[in-house]
């Protein structure tokens, strides 16, 4: 007796159920891949704050950002910009982790989704935590109030969930006027990228995907720094598929009194 192979009729329901099958699970394994990346990049920041810490116990201040512009074999690639002890406004405006500065490789740098880290730290002239001793608190009395506060409400930048935020409102996270101003903000881009750095130089200016929502732009990267009040701020916010509020970066940003502390440079009752 001769085995009977399969009819078309069979093999095209065999390819139906398959079909079905894969646009079932397909988004299931997407989700999964981009819940890895994003875990992934959140233990990758949370590795480059310890480098900040490493840097800030050294220097007693934190290192000014490096430009992310710079084409890929520049000597100063990945090397912290600074002028006389001030950063360079293009080091600021473009800032990303100065991988070389922290004793890094690019790699260290870069998040999931293959951009560079946005670095952006308070570098105000006058009161830069950038600047020698920047972040040495421990002259400080605790004990004397407001000492303290005064120092930490000129520096800092606030955190915002939302734009605008006016000082004092329920979309402010972190405040200098409570001496909660944050330090620096390390930003992924998020899976879109917009609004990073790519390795060599290049600006991701338009999203690849979905975006950019109005709080991601606040967070791009090739914009002045912002210290202007009341928009001296930057956002974290949850993650938002929305087009109209699209929002996919991740960000870390710690306090002054909390790098400050790691660093064993809090103030200090003499």
């Known amino acids: 007796m001769k085995n009977r192979g399969f009819s078309l009729v069979e093999m095209a329901l065999v390819l139906l159920v398959m079909g079905i099958m894969g646009a079932m699970f397909l988004p299931l394994t997407n989700t999964m891949m981009d819940h890895n990346k994003r875990q992934d990049t959140k233990a990758k920041l949370d590795s480059l704050e310890k480098a900040f810490t490493r840097f800030v116990m050294i220097h007693r201040r934190l290192p000014c950002p490096a430009n992310g ?87 800092g930048f606030r955190l915002c969930r939302a734009t605008p935020c006016a000082p004092g409102s329920a979309s402010e996270l972190a405040s200098k006027a409570t001496g909660n101003g944050i330090a620096y903000f ?72 909390k790098v400050a502390s790691d660093a064993g440079l809090q103030p200090k009752n003499p």
């Open 186 to 257: 390390l930003i992924s881009h998020g899976p879109n990228k917009v609004g990073a750095y790519l390795p060599g130089g290049t600006f991701s200016g338009a999203a690849s995907g979905a975006g950019p929502g109005p709080l991601e732009n606040i967070n791009r990267n090739n914009l002045a720094l912002r210290t202007i009040s009341p928009n001296d701020f930057y956002v974290d916010a949850l993650f938002d598929e929305n087009p109209a509020s699209y929002y996919d970066d991740l960000v870390l940003h710690p306090s002054i009194i």
């Open 69 to 155: 512009a710079l084409l890929t074999g520049n000597v100063n690639e990945g090397l912290e910009q600074s002028a006389g002890g001030v950063c360079t406004a293009l080091g600021l405006n473009n800032g990303v982790v100065p991988w070389r500065t922290l004793g890094l490789v690019q790699n260290d740098v870069i998040d999931a989704w293959g951009a560079l880290v946005t670095y952006k730290v308070w570098g105000v002239t006058a009161t830069a935590l950038t600047a020698n001793d920047g972040l040495d608190m421990s002259g400080l009395n605790p004990t004397v109030s407001p000492v303290v506060l005064n120092w930490l409400s000129v520096r």
